[in-house]
């Protein structure tokens, strides 16, 4: 993915450039698969860095067509707890219905 989410914002992201990768030993097809054209440096998420450092393209990655939808105006003006209600997956929590006791 190399391109800001503009619906949730990953605390673990990171930025990474083309040579970066190529000093990370990542394949030369794979970095120029990854990076649109005319762009040297992008966002990953965790999940496509383990790809990348695999050698991998990601599923979810600009060459397979993945790309944000606009974003509704109404979303703009959300707080963080707002945007995690209406996230449809809240990441680092793990959701356990309670029982009575």
Known sequence: MI????????????????????????KLPVIEQIFPPNTDEGEFCPTCMSHIRGSKVPTLAVCHRFKYLEQPECLGALNDLEERLVSLRIFGISPHKLTGR
């Open 3 to 26: 391109s800001t989410n503009p619906f949730l914002i990953f605390q673990s992201m990171t930025l990474q450039s083309k040579s970066k990768l190529q000093n990370k030993n990542v």
